[in-house]
Structures are given as structure tokens and as C-alpha cells.
T-cell receptor
Framework: ETGVTQTPRHLVMGMTNKKSLKCEQH?????MYWYKQSAKKPLELMFV???????ENNSVPSRFSPECPNSSHLFLHLHTLQPEDSALYLC???????????FGQGTRLTVV | AQTVTQSQPEMSVQEAETVTLSCTYD???????LFWYKQPPSRQMILVIR??????QNATENRFSVNFQKAAKSFSLKISDSQLGDAAMYFC???????????????FGKGTKLTVNP
């Protein structure tokens, strides 16, 4: 248990659905991240939030919409996804003066 | 942009033996951090070990140690006395030490799948 909790653990959605992934951390960290992990590819950074402000969007399609209402919560809103968006989505958090990131267990997303 | 390369997609080791996983990286920065993360079937990415680039001494955590060669931009992980629970995907990662909004991100290699044989 790393202190970063992601829900749901598994999600199957149709291409016309709208769903949201949730990430919560109780570590007092100020930065939160979304990563995408696909088979045979390195983890891809999607978004970075520092003190609730988005500081990086790694050219992510607009069908992925992040939201960070406070430093402890991070959401990823999904709509009109494509089958190639099926992947493991990992949330992480870190603190400015502590270099390592702590990860949640991920949400396994399948788009049908 | 920084890149991290893990040239061994898969490795295997006998229980109780030693295995070394390779990692090379490319950066123009002089101050940074390097990490090895472990991802077991439970999917949770767990930090194994961390190395600060300014430190010449190689990091060690129990059975895990690194061989950090800054000039060669090499960062290998040695697992001694391998245990069945060590079986997992291992990822090498880089993070800049420069704090400029977003630079705290980790850059990962593709990973090495480690199998431990009983």
C-alpha cells in the first residue's frame, strides 16, 4: 500500500460512454500525475498537476479530460474513447523535495 | 529530451542466485535522479531503489544494489539471493532535479520482465 488509491480497478466501456477514473492520495503530496501503460510500450506521461494547476499536457487527445479539484484528488474524465485507448492508467503523486513518485494500483480500462 | 533504454525485455534467474538488469539513459543535464521500480502482477509500481546523480557511491537497499556509471550513462540493478517474490516487471526511470513545472515527471524505460525459477 503506497497511500495512492485508484478507483475503479477495472473498467469496461463502450466507445460512446462517459466515465471517470479517480485517484486519491493521503500523503500530503503537491504533485499528481496520470500515466498510460500500454503493452510493449514505455509508460507514457499524460498530465501533471502541481498545487492543483496543470503544468503539463503531453499532447493528450481531448477525449481525455483531467480534473484536479484539490491536491489530494485527481480525476480523468473519459468520453468517446477508441479501442486503442485500452490500457492500464496509473496515477502517481510526489512531493517537491522528495524525488520519487508513489503510484496507485492502476485502472485497467477496456474500450469495446 | 531524456530517454531511458532497457535492452533486456526478459531475464530469468534461479532462486538464490544473482541477476543484473541493464539500463542506459540519455540526458544533457548534470543533476538528476535515477530509479528502479518494480511492478508485480498486482500492477502497483513499487520503488526499489533510488540514486542521486551527484552521489558517487552506489545505492544499496538490502539485496538490491545499483552500478551507477555517470560518464557512461549506465544504471544497472543487481538483485542478490533472488527470491520468488522478486518476479515482476522492472522499470528504470529518470527524473530531472531541476524543478520547472512538470519537470518532476518520470521518464521510464520499456521494462524488463524478470522470472525467478525455483
Amino acid at each position: 500500500e503506497t497511500g495512492v488509491t485508484q478507483t475503479p480497478r477495472h473498467l469496461v466501456m463502450g466507445m460512446t460512454n462517459k466515465k471517470s477514473l479517480k485517484c486519491e492520495q493521503h500523503l500530503g503530496h503537491n504533485a499528481m500525475y496520470w500515466y498510460k501503460q500500454s503493452a510493449k510500450k514505455p509508460l507514457e506521461l499524460m498530465f501533471v498537476y502541481n498545487f492543483k494547476e496543470q503544468t503539463e499536457n503531453n499532447s493528450v487527445p481531448s477525449r481525455f479530460s483531467p480534473e484536479c479539484p484539490n491536491s489530494s484528488h485527481l480525476f480523468l474524465h473519459l468520453h468517446t474513447l477508441q479501442p486503442e485507448d485500452s490500457a492500464l492508467y496509473l496515477c502517481a503523486s510526489s512531493q517537491v523535495m522528495v524525488p520519487q513518485a508513489f503510484f496507485g494500483q492502476g485502472t485497467r480500462l477496456t474500450v469495446v | 529530451a531524456q530517454t531511458v533504454t532497457q535492452s533486456q525485455p526478459e531475464m530469468s534467474v534461479q532462486e538464490a542466485e544473482t541477476v543484473t538488469l541493464s539500463c542506459t539513459y540519455d540526458t544533457s543535464e548534470s543533476d538528476y535522479y535515477l530509479f528502479w521500480y518494480k511492478q508485480p502482477p498486482s500492477r502497483q509500481m513499487i520503488l526499489v531503489i533510488r540514486q542521486e546523480a551527484y552521489k558517487q557511491q552506489n545505492a544499496t537497499e538490502n539485496r538490491f544494489s545499483v552500478n551507477f556509471q555517470k560518464a557512461a550513462k549506465s544504471f544497472s540493478l543487481k538483485i542478490s539471493d533472488s527470491q520468488l517474490g522478486d518476479a515482476a516487471m522492472y522499470f528504470c526511470a529518470y527524473r530531472s532535479a531541476v524543478l520547472q513545472g512538470g519537470s518532476e515527471k518520470l521518464v521510464f524505460g520499456k521494462g524488463t520482465k524478470l522470472t525467478v525459477n525455483p
